[in-house]
């Protein structure tokens, strides 16, 4: 029996890291295994295993967090001119906590759009 749901919002359901066809049940399995998908949706029962989003996140990690560092680096430069290792202590650790923050929500939007396009290998819609 299938039965027919209202679409989900992609960036609301990778975002938050839920299921992306019931939008609630979890996306990651737990927090200490940090990007393993969980194996399927708790709620509505969809077969995650078939998901590979690759490198995909990490790349839109580093296209977010590089320029917005450079770009507070640089008027933090121009503002208050501190010396080189200030700028070091505070940007080296926001870069590892921004990446650090953004990586799930990010592989949880690919993961949504994957689903949502039906992309898979040789244009095969993965999930089941
Ligand atoms: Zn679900």
């Not at 590979?52 to 977010?64: E, K, L, N, Q, T």
């Amino acid at each position: 029996m299938t039965e027919l749901r209202a679409p989900v919002s992609v960036l609301r359901a990778g975002l938050l890291c839920r299921c992306p066809r019931c939008g609630q049940g979890r996306l990651f399995t737990d927090i200490v295994h940090f990007l393993r998908v969980a194996q399927s949706c708790e709620v509505c029962g969809l077969d995650l295993r078939p998901e590979d989003s690759g490198d995909g996140p990490a790349v839109f990690v580093m296209f977010v967090t590089g320029p917005l560092v450079v770009a507070l680096a640089i008027l933090f430069e121009v503002l208050v001119g501190p010396p080189l290792w200030l700028h070091a202590l505070l940007w080296i650790p926001t870069i590892l906590l921004a990446s650090i923050a953004l990586l799930r929500p990010l592989k949880g939007v690919l993961i949504a759009l994957q689903y949502r396009h039906r992309a898979g290998e040789g244009g095969k819609n993965t999930f089941t």
